[in-house]
């Protein structure tokens, strides 16, 4: 068997014809490196006095959020915000050369330039002009001047400190500065000025210019409002406001991005690279290959199960890509795979690794500030989406395989009896459920047991499992990844592979214990994992050697030091893109705030989406596809968040759909991450198609075709929000699961025209009906069993008496908003016990009056569900729907499943036929 399975490899490989010069594209290691570098962590590579000082720069900045983050760091938030960005400004400037283009050195003339100009219409009430250019122009000079990849002129030296300088302001002259708020003098107005020049050039340095432009539109908007179109115009603000407001306090640059950057992301960005360096990474390639490599198109679907584990520790979809790519795009192409398919899954799937908590790319603890959610709630919403998405991307791969026939690299070992296969699962999964009850009821027990030093008494107990684990991992030969340019791959033997770093599973069980179980704040959580992880890094080395009976204590115990060093110093560095990112941002939403742009946004969105629901979301779409296509996904996220996720729960109210803010800001995320994919500007499909060989465009499209699963996503769980675990019970979190996840596939078949043949065009449109209706299967029953019964305004107190307590009343309300304009929207008011309805009503808060036929608010109690649902006095009610008796949503399964097995039953004639007409021929 085993013979027969390395013939129809070879076979395989020899069809292909993949060269093993050729499987990379023709790059090198260091040139993927550079590819890396240039796009996350500095494309300068300086060496000498210069590159140390840069280094220790970088773990100084690692190890002040270290103590920042730890119990007894206690810092004021705005003053750790200010030196956060110091660091991060210091080492943008100097970590990323000046222009790599010629559009972009003239942007980075021509906006400082501009910007001048704007501030000098902008300043009033006396404040000097004559300096205010001089901050643009050495700014442009400095661009003019240019910067060699290999040293840095003196000139970007002073631009690096002046704006670390500018960052640190508020640290430097909090006190003189908090008794000034609101009374800027002209010592704020050049720091400032200074300090906004300076952020908008480290970010076109390190994030391209998209993002730079964007920042740059926003603040000609405040500055030049009474000239822009009416229906966003605003009455325009100062040089005095616009300091205040976006440098001095914590509305603009140093607000909340910023603060989600320097309290919880940079731990978590470190965590990933600590763990990463301790050897966390491979492993987790290395076990998606040894489970999955044997399968049909193997190392695509072990590439996505490898990019969700390393999703779990990285952020950076760019990373991603070359990381695992390196290894699993030459292997894809070797098992059949085209150069620009192999490519497009490893994008599909590193992508995608944004979306998979806990980290999500930084965005999950944005969404804890900006929806106002526990963590763990996040993560429990995002979770199902996430995993829904990845199973969906293993089974495209299954499709494509099947389509060409592929098979999977050979075993290196023959596969165990069926029997013996499944009894050893089964003491696998019961090994680990008895564990995890144990450490589970062992920690209940401790903690109110040992109050005081429960924590010494856990570490201890975690440290006997670590050395254990360790021991176990010693037994086993190293992790080392084959050659994927090498002529046979033998894949590894699954037991061993996994043996070997079991260890590495203890700081991301330390990581979701603390947020999940203690409750503990997402930075506190990271910062007890990475002390963890900093334990394991610097004594694994060691103790492994002492396990092997090969140790050299001194030289292991040192080399354990440089790990931990390098991994502080790379988690530094990755950082600088976000913060310098979350800095920018805050730009935006403080021009937002400022403006109130949100209110006339929400008309312009409404206008243009006449009012349905459906093209409000497809405008949000496609605004995030577009600032994505330059942005980086955390300042996506947060500047279409800030514009449009409102502005969505606003007109979903209006048109009677009551959208979760949680549901809301997840669509956002999701259609940002989708432009790492989206053709012609997606970079990881560049990066992907620099390590393939093939065409970085069609690698986009392919990519784009694959990743349709995620953007249908988002649409689904806005109108069903049991796909986010919106109020439902376990058992009811499993079978939405199941179900979603079956309807996923159906989808996938069905866009991928192959189910278990290749699909007719009227099966890919009943697989897309099946889709449609086991995601939404209320939709065809409101149809049939409507949820409501209209009854006539005046008629509210008979409707309220026949709602059970526990049900809602829908009120179609006319009003005014905060600004005295007139508005209609749905209210949700929840009815509870009463013995009339009269007596429910007054229970809610209620009041009516009955004006001429109109049904009148008359009061509204404080605090009262009726003032929670937004209703308030003098409000028309317009319609009354009351909830009836309505069959069960699930019935419609019932036809959906009778077509799936009708399409299952034609495929599988002809599914049957085809390998006998292959036989024949």
Known sequence: MAQNDNEKYQQQAARVETEATGARGGLSQDELDELVASSDTGGR??????????????????????????????????????????????????????????????????????????????????????????????????????SPKDRIPIWEWALAILGSLAALYLFLFYRDIADRVGAPILQDYVVAVIGITILLEATRRALGPALMIVASTFLIYTVLGPNMPSIIAHKGNSLSEIVNHQWITTEGVFGIALGVSTSFVFLFVLFGSLLDKAGAGNYFI?????????????????????????????????????????????????????????????????????????????????????????????????????????????????????????????????????????ISMAFTVAAICALSFAVYYLMGWIRPAFPETAGYIVFVFLTAVYVGLLYVASREAPLKLDDPNAP????????????????????????????????????????????????????????????????????????????????????????????????????????????????????????????????????????????????????????????LAPVIVTLGQQNGLIVPLIAVHLFVFYFGIMADVTPPVGLASFAAAAVSGGDPIKTGAVAFFYSLRTAALPFLFIYNTELLLIDVTWGQGIFVFIVATVAMLLFAAATQGYFLAKSRFYESIALLLIAFTLFRPGYWMDMVSPPFEEVAPTEITEAAGATPAGEDLRLRIAGVNDLGDPIEFVAILPIGDGASGEEKLENAGLLFREDGGKMIIDDVSFDSAAQNAGLDWDQEVLRVLKPVSQLSKYLMFIPALLLLGLIVFLQRGRADKAPNKQAAA
Do not use: C
């Not at 205010?132 to 700014?139: D, E, K, R, T």
């Not at 939403?589 to 312009?604: E, F």
């Open 45 to 146: 590579s300086v060496a000498g006095p210069v590159g140390m000082l840069l280094m220790l720069v970088a773990l100084a900045w690692s190890l002040f959020q270290l103590y920042i983050a730890s119990p007894f760091g206690l810092f004021n938030d705005t003053l750790a915000r200010s030196i956060h960005l110091g660091f991060a400004v210091f080492l943008g400037v100097l970590a990323f050369p000046a222009a790599r283009t010629t559009f972009q050195i003239a942007l980075g003339v021509i906006v400082p330039l501009a910007l001048a100009g704007l501030f000098m219409v902008a300043a009033k009430d006396g404040v000097a002009t004559w300096w205010i250019p001089l901050p643009a122009i050495f700014v442009a000079a400095t661009v003019v001047l240019g």
């Open 286 to 422: 290395q076990v998606a290959f040894s489970l999955m490599g044997h399968m049909k198109g193997g190392p695509a679907k072990a590439a996505v199960v490898s990019s969700a584990m390393t999703g779990l520790i990285s952020g950076s979809s760019i990373a991603n890509v070359v990381t695992t790519g390196t290894f699993t795009i030459p292997l894809m192409k070797k098992v059949g795979f085209s150069s620009e398919k192999a490519g497009a899954v490893e994008v599909a799937s590193s992508v995608n690794g944004q979306i998979m908590p806990p980290v999500m790319g930084a965005a999950a603890f944005l969404m804890v500030e900006y929806v106002g959610i526990p963590y763990p709630e996040v993560v429990k919403h995002a979770f199902l989406p996430a995993a829904i998405s990845y199973i969906a991307l293993v089974y495209i791969v299954h499709l494509e395989a099947m389509k060409a026939g592929l098979e999977g690299l050979p075993r290196p070992v023959e596969p165990k009896p069926w029997v013996a296969w499944l």
């Open 488 to 643: 046979v791959t033998k894949l590894p033997v699954p037991g061993p592979t996994i043996r070997s770093g079991l260890h590495f599973i203890l700081p991301i069980v330390v990581l979701v214990w603390a947020l999940m179980v203690d409750r503990l704040s997402p930075g506190l959580s990271a910062f007890w994992a990475t002390a963890y992880m900093i334990f394991i890094l610097v004594t694994q080395r060691p103790l492994t050697a002492i396990f092997r009976g090969e140790s050299k204590m001194g030289e292991d115990i040192k080399n354990g030091f440089l790990d931990l060093i390098d991994g502080l110093v790379t988690g530094a560095r990755n950082m600088i893109g976000i913060g310098i990112a979350t800095a920018t941002a805050g730009i935006i939403v403080g021009a937002v705030s400022q403006t109130g742009v949100g209110a006339a946004l929400a008309d312009l969105v409404e206008v243009m989406s006449g009012g349905y629901m459906l093209a409000i979301l497809a405008l949000t779409a496609v605004l995030s596809l577009i600032l994505g296509m330059g942005l980086p996904t955390t300042a996506n996220y947060i500047v279409v968040s800030a514009l």
